[in-house]
């Protein structure tokens, strides 16, 4: 069964750092695009869940969603299966559950992406 496993969230103080890790079961990821999504307090059912990041299967093309840019840094490492986002100057806006997921291309749109983990959360509060 393919799927992904997300890890390392926890609460931080504003301005801090954590650093997520996504690392998939059950298949071999360096043939994919990998992507981190979040969903915030005000998220509804039905709504689509936020893009932040995401990475091809090379690393050599990487996209960010305008509110992280500067701020969170996307690597993979496919000798572990593992795709991390490193999130510095954290934002309480940035509280969320994150998620990972994958695609064959790069792009931060929900519907393009599959095999979802479970989501580990993020809370930015002082």
């Known amino acids: 069964q393919s799927q992904f496993v997300e890890s390392g969230g926890g609460l931080v103080q504003p301005g801090g750092s954590l650093r997520l890790s996504c690392t998939a079961s059950?298949?071999?990821?360096?043939?994919?695009?990998v992507g981190w999504f979040r969903q915030g307090p005000g998220w509804r059912p039905g709504a689509e869940r936020q893009?932040?990041?995401?990475?091809?299967?090379?690393?050599?093309?990487?996209s960010y969603a305008d509110p992280v840019k500067g701020r969170f840094t996307i690597v993979r490492d496919n000798a572990k299966n593992t795709v991390y986002l490193q999130m510095d100057s954290l934002l309480t806006d940035d509280t969320a559950i994150y998620y990972c997921?994958?695609?064959?291309?790069?792009?931060?749109?929900?519907?393009?992406?599959?095999?979802w983990g479970p989501g580990t959360q993020v809370i930015v509060s002082s």
């Open positions: 893009g932040v990041a995401c990475i091809n299967g090379g690393g050599d093309y990487i």
């Open positions: 059950g298949f071999t990821l360096d043939r994919y695009a």
């Open positions: 997921a994958s695609s064959l291309s790069c792009a931060l749109s929900q519907s393009r992406f599959g095999s």
